[in-house]
């Protein structure tokens, strides 16, 4: 390949030293049949190089669906309030979409400044979960459009709602006919901290995880169910719209204080 | 001690840090006070919250430790790895280490009322769990203690506090060196249990304060290490008992450097007087003559537990001070402190001078033994 390019490259040397010459020289027909010459040596070299360059790999395809909509397909997919990294992890073992923890940092933030400038022009909002001082808790993403017990926490929650998450991801791994190695081995760490959910350090079984995260949620459902109920009870009565949302900070919150 | 005493007393403090902010305690210094507790210098230094980092860099002996940011990532990673999910990774732990109930899984992160509150949050949430009232959680992430040595208050942050419906509480406590094969370095686990207890001691006196049994506080500790060399994470109890006594000897006896106080030179001070930028401009000099006013007890150990150890081992080196040789030769040699000294009873160059007598035939006899078996 690279002979031809040589020999192409000496080749459009020569004829532009020869179409100098025969300008000069004021020999106009030869120089422009020279000039055509020399146009196609050009477009043989244009053609080498492309044929010589290797095919560019096959990039990832930087999704087009926004940041908030991703995340917005992980939430509704687990249904309960979820951490960044557990999205993340979500989205990459599902969807395979690169998305990074940094890109969620501002997010809530910017929802709620959003939510702000024009209240329920949205059809969803990321939002926060609540603490049962209503506060906004630490990292977690809940759906605007989730009733208020799915938005709030009570001391059981963040267990209820990681058992109800791998249950979720086991049970999207059934609906796939191939599912993808990652999202398997998504499933098996969340079941390795499930009593049951799996035997040691195989990759888990779908069947088998869901089973045995039912078992110990039915423990727990009731109770929490209650405490949550407290909790957004509490949270209609004392907080505006926006803090509904968004959660409310300590000055606020001194008045419910132990 | 009554209140004027008390006052001269902090005064005396302040003026010997300067007007430098006190630098607050944490566990590690806590418990690193506790494994040297002859030395006066340190006792004084950390008494006042002087920033023994920046006086030692200062003087030209910079501490040759602190963590490298690598390990300090890593071990915050390790920590969230631990505790996410409600501290599912925990929560598994403690299931097979202490027997934990299915229903025993509640989580409360006591940061949810704003991190300025959160000293007294603690103090009403573990006063709640103490008194069994619902709504009680396992975990009490982000929980903050606090510790009265010599005169201000130090804030404490155990990783985590395991409240077992059993009415014990545990300190639970995530380090990123590894455990493997059920062992890990004994150090690193003897440095974590020296912390460990420091936490224990701040979670008892709360209680006690708070009218409840300290003793519920167990003297087990939960240790979380990565497993072997991946990142999965074991735990271990841990018995800080021998820890915490030796604590509690130390802090009663912090209290007596009021007296150590008394014994300084008038007018002495660490102040480094930093200028308008901060940068100090005390001679390196004259804080150096301030520093060798007062006494040091070096030990090879201080290498990896103060910040001052390089310049207190020069000193050391400089009077080639039997402190250098650790600690239990040195407590054998007694009364002998110089290694010259030493050296010169052995070879018998020197007349053992009054109560010396026993020391000086041992090492004649190790002398004579090394002779004969290099012949």
């Not at chain 1, 727990?220 to 209609?236: G, N, T």
């Not at chain 2, 040759?64 to 631990?82: D, K, W």
């Not at chain 2, 403690?94 to 949810?112: I, K, P």
């Not at chain 2, 974590?192 to 008892?204: G, P």
Request: hydrophobic content about 40%; aromatic content about 4%; proline content about 6%.
């Amino acid at each position: 390949m690279s002979d031809s390019l040589d020999a192409l490259e000496r080749r459009i040397a020569d004829l532009r030293a020869e179409v100098r010459r025969a300008v000069k020289a004021r020999e106009n027909s030869l120089a422009r049949s020279l000039r055509g010459d020399l146009r196609r040596a050009e477009q043989a070299w244009d053609a080498a190089i492309a044929s010589e360059v290797p095919a560019p790999p096959h990039e990832p395809q930087t999704s087009l669906v926004p940041i908030r909509e991703q995340v917005h397909q992980a939430l509704s997919m687990l249904g309960v309030p979820t951490s960044a990294k557990l999205i993340v992890a979500v989205n990459d073992a599902f969807f395979s979409r690169e998305l990074r923890g940094s890109q969620l940092t501002s997010l809530r933030r910017d929802e709620e400044r959003s939510f702000r400038g024009d209240p329920y022009a949205r059809p969803y909002y990321l939002c926060a979960a609540l603490t049962d001082r209503l506060s906004p808790a630490r990292g977690l993403f809940a759906d605007s459009t989730w009733p208020p017990e799915s938005r709030v926490l009570g001391p059981l929650s963040p267990r209820v709602d990681f058992l109800i998450s791998a249950m979720r991801v086991a049970e999207h791994l059934t609906r796939l006919a191939e599912p993808p190695s990652g999202a398997v081995r998504l499933l098996s760490r969340m079941a390795q901290n499930i009593p049951g959910a799996v035997e040691g350090f195989a990759p888990a079984d779908p069947a088998t995880a869901i089973r045995a995260a039912r078992a110990e949620l039915e423990v727990h459902l009731a109770v929490d169910s209650a405490q949550r109920a407290e909790v957004a009870a509490r949270a209609m009565r004392q907080l505006p719209d926006a803090e509904r949302l968004f959660g409310a900070t300590a000055m606020n919150t001194l008045r419910g204080a132990c | 001690m009554n209140t004027l005493g008390e006052r001269t007393f902090l005064n005396r403090l302040d003026e010997l840090r300067g007007p430098m902010p006190s630098r607050p305690h944490d566990a590690r210094a806590i418990a690193a006070l506790a494994a040297n507790p002859g030395c006066v210098r340190r006792a004084v230094m950390d008494a006042a919250g002087v920033d023994k980092d920046l006086t030692a860099r200062h003087v030209g002996f910079p501490a040759p430790f602190g963590q490298s940011q690598f390990a300090i990532t890593r071990g915050n990673v390790f920590e969230a790895l631990v505790k996410e999910n409600g501290c599912a990774e925990l929560l598994r732990l403690l299931r097979e280490l202490l027997g934990l109930e299915v229903a025993q899984v509640g989580y409360q992160d006591v940061e949810s009322v704003g991190s300025h509150l959160r000293h007294s949050h603690t103090r009403a949430l573990i006063d709640r769990a103490a008194r069994e009232d619902d709504g009680t959680a396992v975990f009490y992430d982000h929980p903050l203690l606090s510790l009265e040595i010599a005169g201000h208050t130090s804030y404490l942050e155990p990783d985590v506090v395991a409240f077992q419906i059993g009415r014990r509480f545990h300190i639970v406590e995530i380090k990123s060196f590894s455990m493997i094969d059920g062992q890990a370095e004994p150090e690193k686990v003897a440095a974590a249990a020296r912390q460990a207890s420091v936490y224990v001691m701040a979670l008892r006196t709360l209680m006690a304060d708070l009218g409840h049994d300290p003793e519920r506080v167990s003297h087990n500790v939960v240790l979380v290490c990565p497993e072997n060399f991946a990142n999965r994470p074991t735990a271990a109890l841990v018995d800080v008992r021998k820890h915490l006594s030796v604590l509690n000897r130390q802090l009663a006896r912090m209290t007596g450097v009021e007296r150590l106080l008394e014994d300084l030179p008038d007018g002495l001070t660490f102040d480094l007087a930093p200028g308008e930028d901060g940068v100090p401009t005390r001679s390196a000099q004259e804080l150096a003559q301030a520093l060798l006013q007062v006494p040091a007890r070096y030990a090879p150990d201080c290498l990896s537990t103060c910040d001052m150890c390089m310049f207190c081992r020069h000193e050391a080196r400089a009077c080639g001070s039997t402190d250098l040789l650790g600690r239990q030769v040195r407590d054998q040699l007694g009364g002998v402190s110089g290694m010259d000294e030493a050296l010169d009873l052995a070879e018998g160059t020197r007349e053992p001078a009054e109560g010396q007598e026993e020391i000086a035939r041992l090492l004649r006899l190790a002398h004579r033994l090394r002779e004969e078996s290099l012949r």
